[in-house]
């Protein structure tokens, strides 16, 4: 059997609405195989895994607290990838953004007041766009591949990190733990709604966020710059689009986006660094990039469904005892799906048995 | 042996799975096909090459099923881009995602047992040679195959029939499948060939580097391996120059790293990273010369119109 697809003549309306519904569809039928297959009833699996996590209001703190950083990201990674400039280095933007903006209260931690925290979140924003910068430079300045360049950075990123916590930056007073002070009152991140649970300003950005850049791209020339160029490098030089600015606004968009996850979630849900401040937040917005569609509304409601992966593989963990490995088997399959489902938008899919060969074929 | 003969031992032990994966990457992207899954595809090889070996007691069991998962998991990746024909970056990065995660997953068990070790050659006689013994007669099996991978792939792609048809189609998919070759199909197998390079390099990883199995062991190579294939403009003896060098980096940053001299071992440890932009970057800064190599189908979806 063999898959044959023929070209749409335009973009089916019906499948750009329902591809990702379809996707998360089969990528809860292959999870329910993956548990059954480890040994656990799927059901259950899938209740806690979908279910049991927005049962209580403090989970759904917890839901904001991971889908923060997810949407932040993705929404910047949307603009990148809409004008194909691949950056799959967030979680190194994430993490200099986040170390930028942390310079203020742990190099001095008496410099309090009200200001400290809007001058983090900028400091945050600037680290990240700043790191997000070098490949695009690399890219614009020497033709040099994004892709691997961005990547190179988050170890990079990450080594970094762990040498300033570890170091310089470590807590005189920690008993040589490795994690550096922790933040004083004013660079806290302030909760939304103390009295029901922890979720905290973060979020409150990442909707804000999603919402400008949807503005900025489906209603500004700038977005039909981003659009244009993305999609037709000629047609934008026609047009008196500049492909190498487009480069930098994408990557310190996207680069600033991440750092500002990045520092909203050390001043938020941690409270100070540590060697790790990231369980993978950079890549797993990549998956709700795409899951959304590219798309920063829709950005909104992928970014929830991944955080309540993760969510839900704790509940998991807890109750039926599946490895936390399991999270991102399921979130590197929902980006699978989802990228074949995306296939139905531009072609209709045949399957050609063995027997039917097109006279074209056989040489 | 002295400590020349043992660094270069090293270095040759370091640079044997960044050569592999790039080498099997090379003929993938001569196809047309850019995989960004290699990372995902070497890690699954390395895991599922250590929990073979360990089930089975026999480290050749594990490099053959390391080749054979790299292979088929290759397949998903190859199914989505040339039947599906999604995007071959995303799609290529999702691999990567998925085997970091499966691996995670398969390997749980196994985290911190001790490993089987693939023996290193040893001829009597040769293998105690002064100075060469070691380095060209007592290295280990894979090193072997990497150097055999090395000249047949070059003899494949520049001297026979079936090599030149996969350039052709990687330099113009479209002009190949009017000709009658079967495009789709040779990029299957080259995507294959792909991921059973990579599952090769995996399991060099798990059963000769480090005998051991820990999650995320690939620690980019996977991507390493990647910018190698750029690095070397799409050309295999190149490759294997471009994997010593990295091999020689590593093995030099570990070195200075056990001296001492005060210097961060964090910052050490990113220097083989740094390498590989510093090197991408002189490269790509030479237009004429990347234009002349890339092939120029690189990264493009086909779909054959009949």
């Known amino acids: ?363 | 042996m002295g400590i020349a003969e043992s660094i270069l031992l090293t270095i040759a032990t370091a640079a044997t799975p960044l050569l592999i994966a790039a080498l099997g990457e090379l003929v993938v992207e001569r196809s047309g096909v850019l995989n960004l899954g290699v990372e995902g595809m070497m890690v699954m090889g390395a895991v599922c090459g250590f929990v073979a070996a360990a089930l089975t007691g026999s480290p050749w069991l594990g490099v053959l099923a390391a080749i054979v998962v790299g292979a088929l998991f290759s397949l998903l990746f190859g199914f989505l881009t040339l039947s599906v024909a999604t995007n071959q970056v995303a799609t290529g990065l999702s691999l990567t995602l998925l085997g970091l995660g499966l691996s995670g997953m398969i390997g749980e068990g196994f985290v911190g047992q001790a490993g089987q070790k693939l023996p290193s050659l040893y001829i009597p006689g040769l293998s105690d040679l002064p100075l060469v013994g070691r380095l060209v007669f007592g290295q280990d099996p894979i090193f072997y195959m990497s150097i055999a991978l090395t000249v047949g792939i070059m003899w494949f792609l520049f001297r026979t029939r079936a090599g030149l048809t996969l350039r052709s189609i990687g330099d113009n998919h479209a002009s190949a499948h009017a000709l009658g070759i079967p495009v789709i199909a040779y990029r299957y197998l080259a995507v294959m060939f792909g991921g059973a390079c990579a599952g090769l390099a995996g399991a060099h990883l798990s059963l000769v580097y480090t005998p051991q199995w820990v999650e995320n062991m690939t620690a980019g190579r996977g991507w390493i391996a990647l910018a190698l294939v750029v690095f070397a403009s799409w050309r295999p003896l190149r490759v294997l120059a471009g994997a010593y060098l990295f091999g020689a980096v590593t093995i030099g940053q570990i070195h200075v790293q056990a001296l001492g001299y005060g210097i961060p071992s964090q910052l050490l440890s990113s220097l083989p990273y740094l390498a590989t932009i510093v090197v991408l970057v002189l490269i790509s800064r030479n237009r004429r010369l990347t234009m002349m190599n890339t092939p120029a189908s690189l990264g493009r979806a086909f779909v054959p119109d009949r």
């Not at chain 1, 603009?79 to 993490?95: D, M, P, T």
């Not at chain 1, 993978?280 to 990039?289: L, R």
């Not at chain 1, 399921?330 to 531009?346: E, N």
């Open chain 1, 1 to 363: 059997m063999r898959v044959e697809l023929i070209k749409r003549p335009q973009q089916s309306a019906l499948f750009s609405a329902v591809s990702p519904f379809i996707a998360l569809a089969l990528t809860l039928v292959a999870g329910a195989i993956m548990f059954s297959l480890l040994g656990k009833s799927p059901l259950d699996a899938l209740y806690y895994y979908f279910i049991d996590p927005l049962r209580e209001v403090w989970s759904l703190h917890e839901l904001a607290i991971k889908a923060a950083p997810l949407i932040l990201i993705a929404v910047g990674l949307a603009v990148c990838y809409l004008s194909n400039n691949w950056n799959i280095g967030a979680e190194g933007q994430f993490i200099i953004g986040a170390m930028a903006g942390s310079i203020l209260p742990i190099i001095f931690p008496d410099f309090q007041g009200w200001y400290v925290l809007p001058l983090m979140l900028l400091m945050g924003i600037a680290g990240g766009a700043a790191y997000g910068a070098i490949p695009a430079l690399l890219k614009v300045r020497f033709n040099t591949n994004e892709i691997l360049t961005s990547l190179m950075l988050v170890y990079v990123a990450q080594l970094f990190l762990d040498w300033m916590v570890r170091g310089p930056w470590r807590n005189p007073e920690g008993n040589n733990f490795p994690e550096t002070r922790r933040f004083h009152v004013d660079a806290i991140l302030p909760e939304i709604l103390p009295s029901s649970g922890r979720a905290n300003l973060g979020f409150v950005f990442a909707i804000l966020a999603a919402i400008v850049v949807w503005f900025l791209v489906t209603r500004t020339l700038k977005g039909f710059e981003v659009r244009v160029l993305g999609s037709s490098p000629r047609a934008g030089r026609f047009a008196g689009f500049s492909a190498k600015k487009m480069v930098f606004f994408a990557f310190m968009l996207s680069g600033g986006l991440a750092g500002l996850a990045g520092i909203s979630e050390v001043s938020g849900a941690i409270g100070q660094l540590r060697p790790v401040i990231s369980p993978g937040y950079g890549f797993a917005a990549i998956i709700v990039a795409f899951l959304g569609r590219l798309n920063p509304l829709g950005i909104i409601a992928s970014g929830l469904i991944l955080a309540l992966t993760y969510l839900g593989g704790e509940a998991a963990q807890i109750s039926l005892g599946l490895s936390d490995k399991v999270v991102r088997v399921f979130q590197g399959m929902l980006l699978f799906f989802v990228l074949g489902c995306d296939t139905l938008i531009h072609y209709r899919v045949r399957l050609v048995g063995f027997g039917a060969k097109p006279a074209v074929e056989g040489a």
